[in-house]
């Protein structure tokens, strides 16, 4: 993993071996988990960019929120173009599945994490980095594999009041304000997909 804090790189030795602590696997017993992992979090605003931006901006500055968290590329380019920074944004690299230059991105936070984390999983690397980054406002984690399963980490661990706003493809963006209820739901699902020898 490397950590970038005020724009400096620290190199954070890993195990050559990816730890996982959570995995979605293709077998019978996680096919119900899939279906409520494929539900929205939150409430979705349907619109096609750049008209959607007008309406995230409008959502975005009704809410009182205590931190603001992105995850995904489009969304978070999107925050950006409009003025707004998240306090931690979570990117892949990619957009629908293709490569997206996130270098536009990378400048507008000061400290920047690079971890690894396997389609379908969420590795132990993503889940301490998570706990980091949210200790440090300004902060990119940019993710070599799949970040979709980090919006998990992004609202169990986040502070109650927080706003979380995700991709979901073909349809729009997804609004999450972070509650109580809403932890306890999401660790719900989270403890489904946790490894026992984890």
């Excluded at 489009?74 to 957009?95: E, R, Y």
């Excluded at 690397?125 to 970040?147: F, P, Q, R, W």
């Amino acid at each position: 993993m490397q950590l970038k804090l005020n724009k400096v790189i620290f190199q954070i030795p890993s195990e050559k071996i990816e730890e996982r602590l959570f995995y979605l696997s293709r077998n019978k017993k996680f096919k119900n988990l899939r279906k409520q992992l494929k539900k929205p979090l939150g409430f979705i605003l349907v619109s096609e960019y750049p008209k959607s931006l007008k309406h995230i901006l409008s959502i975005v500055n009704n809410f009182k929120y205590t931190s603001l968290i992105s995850v995904g590329d489009f969304i978070t380019f999107s925050l950006l173009k409009i003025g707004i920074k998240p306090n931690l944004a979570i990117i892949d690299g990619k957009v629908m599945r293709e490569n997206f230059d996130c270098e536009e991105i990378k400048k507008h936070f000061k400290n920047l994490f690079e971890i690894s984390n396997p389609k379908g999983t969420i590795s132990k690397e993503a889940y301490d980095t998570i706990i980091i980054a949210l200790k440090n406002d300004n902060s990119l984690v940019v993710v070599d594999g799949e970040e979709d399963l980090l919006t998990l980490l992004a609202i169990l661990e986040s502070k109650e009041n927080s706003l979380i706003l995700y991709g979901i493809p073909n349809l729009g963006v997804c609004f999450v304000f972070n509650t109580r209820n809403k932890k306890l739901y999401i660790k719900k699902l989270y403890s489904k997909g946790i490894l026992e020898n984890a």
